[in-house]
């Protein structure tokens, strides 16, 4: 399964900030980017973890996910175009385990994860 993303704009994180509730300024606010020692403001973590979700339940009814876990491992900058991925890497005793990424397109790996669905995926 894959999922590809628009491009991370000012106005997403607006959105994002909005909608979730997350108004630290580090997503928002450029001079408190630049204070912290970063060149721009960059993606909540919480944005690519959704996006993830997205793509399982666009492709699962939500009440076959039995779990659903993501470490973040590195930051989506502003203007990422960002790739969600699930890869099936076993299915036993009726129970499909995924592994799952968000990439940037130079590859960069924002978050890893796993999930666990019911089932096996239909193509």
């Not at 993830?52 to 009814?61: I, K, P, Y």
């Not at 973040?72 to 960002?82: A, M, N």
């Amino acid at each position: 399964m894959k999922l590809e993303l628009p491009e991370i704009t000012r106005t997403t994180l607006a959105l994002y900030a909005g909608a979730s509730g997350d108004h630290n300024p580090m997503h928002i606010d450029l001079d408190v980017a630049r204070s912290a020692g970063m060149d721009d403001v960059f993606a909540h973590g919480m944005l690519s973890m959704a996006y993830l979700g997205r793509l399982l339940t666009e492709n699962v009814a939500q009440e076959r996910i039995r779990s659903y876990s993501v470490r973040f491992t590195s930051i989506t900058p502003l203007h990422g175009k960002p790739t969600a991925t699930a890869t099936v890497t076993e299915v036993e005793d009726g129970l499909t385990h995924l592994d799952l990424t968000m990439t940037l397109e130079d590859g960069t790996v924002t978050l890893a994860g796993t999930a666990i669905i019911e089932g096996e995926l239909t193509a």
